[in-house]
């Protein structure tokens, strides 16, 4: 505001010193002075008054909007084990213990807890008749074929299981190279269809009469032939003399 003030002064004194000068009025080059000192002192005072002025806040950029991070996926449940009674529906139970004495008394055709019934027929369809002889050490294959008279579909579930042993006539453990389970299954066998068992035996090294007995068994039943029978072999084994006369019962 001091420049300002100075500048209007020297103004008004150049006014009056031209005026006292001429006594006719100023000339034009005169004026033209005076207005351009005026000019001058306009643009002093707008340039002070400006800079007087707090300057005006510089607008902050906006924010960035921000990005929405996609939601954590939603873990699946873990696939639940089956449990003891549902893990037997997918491997067989590795063995059974020995049944010595009377064979069990399972009702024939065990019912499933839902809604079919296991059962079979042996019709007489077999190899290595009972009685046949073998010299000790002598593998050989005994087959059965058994029809499916329940109404559940045999899988690979079903098993031959061994129930009962004699030798000689007296009970025994002898398995004579069998399995106490074996699996018999390898296609699915329906209601009415029928069934191939094949076992595996060697004779035993001692002179004298074998049997051995067996039932099937489902993932939750354990039942026989026509009611509840069993499936068996009988042979008699001989030393290296040859075959011997068949030992009465």
Do not use: H
């Given at each position: 505001?001091?420049?300002?003030?100075?500048?209007?002064?020297?103004?008004?004194?150049?006014?009056?010193?031209?005026?006292?000068?001429?006594?006719?009025?100023?000339?034009?080059?005169?004026?033209?002075?005076?207005?351009?000192?005026?000019?001058?002192?306009?643009?002093?005072?707008?340039?002070?008054?400006?800079?007087?002025?707090?300057?005006?806040?510089?607008?902050?950029?906006?924010?960035?909007?921000?990005?929405?991070?996609?939601?954590?996926?939603?873990?699946?449940?873990?696939?639940?084990?089956?449990?003891?009674?549902?893990?037997?529906?997918?491997?067989?139970?590795?063995?059974?213990?020995?049944?010595?004495?009377?064979?069990?008394?399972?009702t024939?055709?065990?019912?499933?807890?839902?809604?079919?019934?296991?059962?079979?027929?042996?019709?007489?369809?077999?190899?290595?008749?009972?009685?046949?002889?073998?010299?000790?050490?002598?593998?050989?294959?005994?087959?059965?074929?058994?029809?499916?008279?329940?109404t559940?579909?045999?899988?690979?579930?079903?098993?031959?299981?061994?129930?009962?042993?004699?030798?000689?006539?007296?009970?025994?453990?002898?398995?004579?190279?069998?399995?106490?389970?074996?699996?018999?299954?390898?296609?699915?066998?329906?209601?009415?269809?029928y069934?191939?068992?094949?076992?595996?035996?060697?004779?035993?090294?001692?002179?004298?009469?074998?049997?051995?007995?067996?039932?099937?068994?489902?993932s939750?039943?354990?039942?026989?032939v026509?009611?509840?029978?069993?499936?068996?072999?009988?042979?008699?084994?001989y030393?290296?003399?040859?075959?011997?006369?068949?030992?009465?019962?």
């Amino acid at each position: 505001m001091t420049k300002t003030k100075t500048g209007l002064a020297l103004l008004v004194s150049l006014s009056l010193a031209l005026a006292a000068c001429g006594g006719g009025g100023p000339t034009l080059s005169e004026l033209e002075a005076v207005q351009t000192i005026a000019a001058a002192t306009a643009v002093m005072g707008i340039t002070q008054t400006a800079a007087a002025m707090p300057p005006s806040p510089t607008p902050e950029p906006p924010s960035a909007t921000p990005t929405e991070e996609p939601p954590s996926p939603t873990p699946e449940p873990p696939t639940s084990t089956p449990d003891g009674a549902a893990a037997s529906l997918f491997s067989p139970t590795p063995g059974l213990p020995p049944v010595l004495g009377a064979p069990p008394t399972s009702t024939p055709g065990g019912q499933p807890a839902g809604s079919c019934t296991y059962a079979a027929a042996f019709e007489g369809v077999e190899t290595v008749p009972d009685g046949t002889q073998y010299p000790f050490g002598k593998a050989f294959t005994k087959t059965w074929r058994i029809k499916n008279t329940g109404t559940c579909t045999w899988d690979g579930t079903l098993n031959l299981v061994w129930v009962y042993s004699l030798t000689d006539g007296k009970e025994s453990s002898e398995l004579m190279g069998a399995e106490g389970v074996i699996a018999i299954v390898t296609t699915n066998v329906p209601p009415n269809g029928y069934l191939d068992i094949n076992v595996d035996f060697v004779t035993p090294s001692k002179v004298g009469k074998y049997r051995v007995e067996f039932k099937l068994r489902s993932s939750n039943a354990i039942f026989g032939v026509n009611g509840n029978g069993t499936l068996w072999v009988e042979i008699v084994a001989y030393d290296s003399g040859g075959p011997v006369a068949t030992p009465t019962p």
